[in-house]
């Protein structure tokens, strides 16, 4: 040893022989020594090991307090293996969790201060080197952040001293060296002012200690033991580590006439085999040894109530040597160690080994101090009567995948009440149950609590997902209210969001009943409430559907606990306050949150987080920031919609626009009579201006007035407008309408004086506004373009509600353009109204005619590039001869072709031959590409009666 003295406090402290291995921290720190001279060791050092991992596994999922972030940084720092590696890494961190588990691993100076607070000790390190002599690390409980193991101020102290990476145990010099264990310090589970009384909590003396292995196997036992009495027992208790139960302490299950003492024995080398010589075994360090089992039960039969039944549980198998003296079975199900597996077998001792065993006890005695009086063979009867040994047992054999099976089949045999509860999480409760240095058994009512809690925690987390904070807290913990009132009439996550935000560190004091699991799962809730370990009930009420008797029974719940526990708190979360008043607290203890959640209420970067989410405009996504570029857009958000944008649900707005323009689509041009200016073009008499299509959007014009013949395109020309208005302005709101089809909501309001346009579009599902984000932006200024088709279409009975309409929408500021259409019987009423000139329609051109004929059959036909050159030339030849047989037929100053609805007629007539009219004296165009042909086969006769039946048509569609 390098120092032979240190000095602390003005006092002289000398080094302890200690066990110098890589645990020789937890020796010096807690370990004791039996006897003058024999070296501190501390037996308890895996086990500590495991509360360690546990505490730093929790924050895997959780965020890291900042005192903790800085010490492990430091820690990862003094390890070469972390060195250079990233606490924030998840696969670093849990790598670093597991060395913990290692009992290899030695501790780092850097490390103290977490097992300091962990074990509520404060720890002195002395050196005589470097440039601190002295350190002082006190337990701090910022380090454990919401843990729930909130630790108390500490006065007990120890003295170490640290040379290289070896702790040794100091002591005053002069003081009697025979060392006691370290006193057990109290270890609270919640901070001074959110205590309770811990009556309600059975509690036994607890001790033992297991490596990692064992451990893992005796918590799997335990939740087989838990799955199987939820499954098929009443009032039971369960309890581990139990100094009552002797060697048997590892899961002792009880109940009113009997109990189950488990002694659980893992062996790492899958394939052991326990001999007749191993059960026989004198040595007390042999695992199977009958002799110490016999003594040890002799010693607490008594301290437990009716038929005892004791249990050697093993992963081991039964050696062939030790057949003779067992009766095998399979396991029952009615067994509390019940678990499917083919390969397990129950045993249990005959009188083959009766003799044996009274002489291997006899020996096993001696030199020991054991009164040999209970050596009879009444009692040796009595325990092989009572012991059942279980081979083979599964959850111990390094195969987790077949571990889980098992246990998850166990789970959902119990009823698995709760829902989606793993064994994994299951798994980690129990462990935490299992580190408590306190006894506290679990029961049937705890057990209930402990998943309660994991639901609890399954909330918190959905909640924490989402990301967002408020700014400033709803509630106010430290006043006497017992029971908060939250309106959800809004919705109940956004309250919930924000009893979370008011809440976080008091997460684990709290339960959450959530009216998914119905209401039997509530009423769970509320007994598990009664708990101290729960400070806070967060009560989601549905309140439809339930009988009167079941309401009743759940105030009178609720009022018996909040009037016995007054520390404890209910925030009742629902759309009405009835239930507040059934429960009947009195009012100074009662608190009202009546007022919805506002966008207001988020903090400044949960607002910009929301601003940013995308929402489904028209078809396309964009933020809702583009969409609402005012606050004062932004704060008319109501709870519904921002409880859809906190959750992550799709919101749309708008109808998608039909994108289904046909490729041989024909740009239009437009023109009207103006008042002559530098930018007129005058023909003949009339002044005109001609406006390309894609340069109507620009006109300075609100309304657009499109006035023509039916057949010239107007409805096309609306559709493709539509679609290059939204190319070109994604954030505008384009609403096309047929007049026509609002005939019936026109024929209700026809006695009104004015429709109002929210109601006509809200009468047919295709446009009506669905969503309150839908409204806010209807009305945004600037925000929509509305095209209304075919005003003429409809009966002259509703003529001035629709011009009043339009009136009102060309004075609405939420409208940038209102584009209306009609036949030229309405041009002059609607030109007066609305203050406007109209525009009509170009007709096509040759050139028009042609590319429209190509593109439509190239399009129809699927023609590669060569037969589109052909179709071209059938296209010319068919218009030359369409415009020389219908020449006598052909009235005003534009072809037959011109007009794109007969146009249309015409490429659809000419695409193929009727098969009827295979043998006549004409082909049409797919005739035509698929033949020899250097011109097509086209007969005047032939167009003219084609010509006719087009005009056929045309008469027919305009009626």
Not at 294 to 311: M, P
Not at 340 to 349: G, K, R
Request: proline content about 2%; overall charge neutral; some cysteine.
């Amino acid at each position: 040893m390098a120092s032979s003295g240190y000095s602390y406090n003005g006092k002289l402290y000398r080094p302890c022989a200690t066990v110098a291995d890589e645990n020789s921290f937890f020796h010096s720190a807690f370990g004791i020594r039996a006897a003058e001279g024999e070296a501190y060791s501390d037996k308890h050092y895996k086990v500590r090991r495991m509360r360690w991992a546990a505490f730093l596994t929790y924050f895997e999922n959780e965020e890291i307090p900042v005192v903790l972030a800085d010490i492990l940084i430091g820690c990862f720092s003094a390890k070469d293996a972390y060195k250079h590696k990233s606490i924030r890494d998840k696969n670093h961190f849990e790598s670093y969790v597991r060395d913990i588990t290692m009992a290899g691993q030695p501790v780092t100076k850097q490390e103290v201060p977490i097992l300091s607070t962990l074990e509520n000790i404060r720890i002195v390190l002395l050196s005589n080197e470097g440039p601190d002599p002295v350190v002082t690390v006190n337990p701090n409980i910022e380090i454990l952040g919401d843990y729930s193991n909130v630790v108390e101020k500490s006065n007990e102290e120890v003295v170490l001293c640290l040379e290289g990476n070896t702790f040794t145990r100091l002591e005053l010099v002069g003081e009697d060296s025979t060392s006691k264990p370290l006193r057990v310090i109290k270890n609270i589970t919640a901070k001074e002012h959110l205590q309770h009384p811990t009556s309600c909590l059975l509690r036994y003396k607890k001790g033992g200690s297991a490596g990692s292995k064992g451990v893992e196997f005796q918590i799997n036992l335990l939740m087989v033991l838990l799955f199987n009495s939820l499954r098929k027992l009443k009032d039971w208790k369960l309890s581990t580590e139990n100094n009552k139960a002797g060697k048997f302490d590892d899961a002792i299950l009880e109940l009113p006439e009997s109990a189950f003492l488990i002694q659980a024995k893992n062996k790492e080398k899958t394939n052991s085999k326990i001999t007749l010589n191993a059960l026989l075994s004198t040595n007390p360090n042999n695992s199977f040894s009958l002799p110490k089992y016999f003594l040890s039960y002799q010693e607490v039969k008594n301290q437990f109530k009716g038929k005892n039944t004791i249990i050697i549980c093993t992963n081991a198998g039964i050696d062939k040597t030790a057949l003779e003296c067992l009766d095998t079975s399979r396991i029952c199900t009615e067994s509390v160690l019940y678990c499917a597996d083919d390969n397990c077998s129950s045993h249990t001792f005959n009188l083959n080994i009766l003799s044996r065993l009274k002489r291997k006890v006899e020996i096993y005695c001696q030199d020991k101090n054991i009164d040999q009086s209970v050596n009879t063979d009444n009692n040796l009867k009595d325990f092989l009567k009572r012991l059942q040994f279980y081979s083979n047992y599964p959850l111990g054999n390094n195969n987790k995948d077949k571990d889980t099976e098992i246990l998850v089949s166990l789970l959902n045999c119990s009823g698995n009440f709760y829902g989606h509860i793993s064994c994994s999480e299951i798994y980690a409760k129990l462990m935490k149950w299992f580190q408590q240095k306190h006894g506290i058994y679990l029961t049937e009512t705890t057990a209930n609590a402990m998943f309660l809690e994991i639901k609890s925690d399954q909330y918190w987390q959905k909640l924490d997902k989402y990301g967002v904070s408020f700014q400033g807290h709803l509630l106010n913990v430290q006043d006497k209210t017992q029971l908060y009132y939250v309106n959800a009439e809004g919705g109940y996550v956004l309250q919930e969001l924000r009893i979370h935000h008011s809440l976080r560190k008091y997460k684990s004091k709290i339960l959450y009943a959530s009216p998914d699991g119905g209401i039997e799962l509530q009423k769970r809730a509320i007994e598990a409430f009664e708990l101290p370990c729960h400070t806070f009930l967060i009560f989601s009420w549905p309140e439809d559907g339930l009988e009167e008797s079941v309401v009743a029974e759940i105030c009178d719940k609720l009022r018996n606990t909040l009037n016995q526990y007054e520390k404890k708190k209910v925030i009742l979360v629902a759309k009405s306050d009835k239930l507040v008043h059934q429960i009947g607290l009195n009012r100074s203890v009662c608190g009202i949150i009546d007022e919805s959640v506002t966008f207001k209420d988020f903090c400044q970067v949960s607002q910009s987080k929301l601003l940013k989410e995308k929402v489904v405009f028209q078809g396309k996504e964009v933020s809702l920031e583009e969409l609402l570029e005012t606050q004062t857009d932004q704060d008319k958000l109501c709870p519904e919609t921002l409880e859809k944008l906190v959750q992550g649900e799709q919101i749309k707005v708008g109808r998608a626009l039909d994108e289904h323009i046909v490729g041989y689509y024909i740009d239009r041009s437009f023109k009207r009579e103006i008042q002559k200016n530098e930018d007129e073009k005058e023909v003949g008499n009339k002044k005109i201006e001609l406006i390309l299509e894609n340069k109507m959007y620009e006109v300075k014009d609100k309304v657009i007035l499109i006035a023509d013949e039916a057949g010239m395109g107007k409805s096309t020309i609306l559709s493709h407008l539509a679609k290059t208005i939204k190319d070109k302005y994604p954030l505008v709101w384009v609403i096309r309408i047929e007049l026509k089809d609002y005939t019936r909501i026109l024929q209700k309001l026809k006695d009104k004086k004015i429709v109002d346009i929210i109601e006509l579009l809200d009468s047919k599902d295709a446009t009506k506004l669905s969503n309150q984000l839908e409204k806010v932006l209807f009305l945004t200024n600037k925000k929509v373009v509305i095209m209304i088709d075919g005003v003429d279409e409809i009966s002259p009975d509703y003529t001035e509600l629709v011009i009043g309409l339009l009136v009102q929408c060309q004075k609405g500021a939420n409208f940038d353009k209102v584009f209306v259409t009609t036949r030229p019987n309405m041009t002059q009423e609607l030109e007066s109204k609305l203050q406007v000139k109209s525009f009509s329609l170009l007709p096509f051109t040759k050139r028009h005619q042609i590319h429209f004929l190509t593109e439509y059959w190239a399009h129809n036909l699927k023609l590669d590039s060569i037969n589109k050159k052909k179709c071209e030339e059938y296209a010319k030849i068919l218009l030359q001869t369409t415009l020389s047989c219908t020449t006598l037929y052909q009235q005003g100053e534009h072809h037959f072709a011109s007009i794109p609805l007969l146009l249309t007629m015409l490429a659809e007539i000419f695409e193929s031959s009727d098969r009827l009219e295979e043998s006549m004296d004409w082909e049409g165009c797919k005739e035509y590409l698929n033949g020899s042909r250097l011109t097509p086969k086209l007969q005047e006769k032939t167009v003219s009666q084609k010509y006719t039946r087009c005009l056929l048509r045309r008469n027919k569609s305009s009626s």
